[in-house]
């Protein structure tokens, strides 16, 4: 069975500094997909950033950016520069295909980022 | 990234009637969409995958015949509530797959309270 883990419920961090957000994942696939999501107050689930099990760097998306350790099963989130706007839950989620899962995802229980200024 | 969709954003009715919610991709065509429910400060829930042309598959749980889902067409997923009772209260989200990058994109998600 696919797992994910956020230890973290909730991180505070100051504005302008780097912050990051753990998951770990369990699952043995050897083919799987992880992804970070962000969802403010409003509601929506905004994707962020992808690393697949194959990938040989680590993801960047401006300033996120992905430390995928495969050996430890860990995929944590790196904000740098944190904006008072990227306050909000953050959700580590992971795909496999395997079973004809036909690409579910399965989420952690997400992390509450609050930036302050 | 690509948009989708959802509508309405919230909904308020009274119990024993019936809800339909849209989600719909805009600038891309989705065989795959999926239903998910959030409860308060929790993570999503998946209810059912929503498939172009054919049935939609349930997750263990959920009342096929309580939520409805229709995918006629590769950009518009719908789920109709159906007898709509207080507990169906929720807030309920879809997302869209773009195949091509494997990436679910989510619409912004319906509130939904019945009284």
């Known amino acids: 069975a696919q797992k994910i883990t956020q230890t973290q419920p909730g991180m505070f961090v100051q504005e302008k500094e780097a912050v990051t957000l753990d998951c770990t994942y369990d699952?043995?696939?050897?083919?799987?997909?992880l992804f970070w999501y962000k969802q403010p107050s409003s509601g929506e689930m905004i994707f962020l950033i992808y690393?697949?099990?194959?990938?040989?760097q680590n993801a960047t998306e401006g300033r996120y950016s992905l430390n995928f350790q495969k050996a430890r099963k860990s995929a944590n989130l790196v904000i740098s520069a944190s904006q008072l706007g990227d306050s909000a839950m953050y959700f580590c989620a992971m795909r496999t295909n395997s079973g004809g899962s036909n690409y579910k995802l399965t989420f952690g229980k997400g992390t509450l980022l609050t930036v302050n200024p | 990234g690509a948009v989708v969709s959802q509508h309405p954003s919230r909904v308020i009715c009274k119990s024993g009637t019936s809800v339909k919610i849209e989600c719909r991709s805009l600038?891309?065509?989705?065989?795959?969409m999926f239903w998910y429910r959030q409860f308060p400060k929790q993570s999503l829930m998946l209810m059912a995958t929503s498939n172009e042309g054919s049935k939609a598959t349930y997750e263990q749980g959920v009342e096929k015949d309580k939520f409805l889902i229709n995918h006629a067409s590769l950009t518009l997923s719908t789920l109709t509530v159906t007898s709509a009772h207080p507990e169906d209260s929720s807030f309920y989200i879809c997302?869209?797959?773009?195949?091509?990058?494997?990436?679910?994109?989510f619409g912004a998600g319906t509130r939904l309270s019945v009284l």
């Open positions: 699952t043995s696939d050897p083919s799987y997909g």
């Open positions: 690393q697949g099990s194959y990938d040989q």
């Open positions: 997302s869209a797959l773009w195949e091509a990058w494997d990436i679910q994109y």
């Open positions: 600038d891309f065509q989705a065989t795959t």
